[in-house]
């Protein structure tokens, strides 16, 4: 996530379209907040655990799929522990 190319702005950005579409392949009915919330935290997540396994995202393309994915794992968490 230390990609230059990549600003606050733009993850702020990139995190809340991630969020919005995890969200609707989730099916939850989140803000938008929470949403930036998610794509945000979700790609960090989504890094570290593929970093395990030597897989990279780069530009605001992979920041994108890694925030969906992470936000993913993320609200399957969530529903996980609630249940």
Do not use: E
């Not at 230059?4 to 809340?16: H, M, Q, R, V, Y």
């Not at 949403?35 to 396994?53: K, T």
């Amino acid at each position: 996530m230390n990609d230059a190319s990549i600003g606050w702005i733009a993850a702020i950005i990139i995190g809340g379209l991630a969020g919005w579409i995890a969200s609707g392949l989730m099916k939850t009915d989140t803000g938008l907040f929470l949403n930036i919330v998610l794509g945000i935290i979700g790609a960090a997540i989504a890094s570290f655990l593929f970093g395990v396994f030597g897989i990279a995202f780069g530009g605001w393309i992979g920041y994108l799929i890694a925030g969906v994915l992470g936000a993913c794992i993320l609200i399957g968490g969530v529903r996980a522990v609630q249940r």
